[in-house]
């Protein structure tokens, strides 16, 4: 199995470790000093934050989903949680929008496709 890798720096760990185990559904493998893990297995993706003074580049990070329930459970959380901030939906699929502690835009979407 493969799996995604991702670290991100981040300017403040345990508000970073709070929104991540809210995006991701699970905790932290491990708090270590100035660095967190988080192993997913759904997606499948490994994710590092580390606090050294600098801040995130990206654009934005995302999961796409195979299955709209999958984000429509998601957006219910991410509101009762107070941490959407942006929501589309479409006849095609649709998309939910979060920002980290840091800035970072972090997309969930789902989309559907006619293979006709």
Known sequence: MARFQLTLNVTDLQQ????????LG???DAV??????FTVEDPCIRLELRSNGETCDLASIGI???EFSDLDEL??????ANLLRD????????GALTKSPDGLKFKHQYLEFDNE
């Open 16 to 23: 970073s470790v709070e929104y991540y185990t809210k995006i």
């Open 26 to 28: 699970c905790g932290p």
């Open 32 to 37: 270590v000093g100035s660095q967190a893990s």
């Open 64 to 66: 796409e989903y195979n």
């Open 75 to 80: 957006v219910g959380s991410l509101l009762s």
């Open 87 to 94: 929501w589309e939906g479409t006849d095609d699929g649709g």
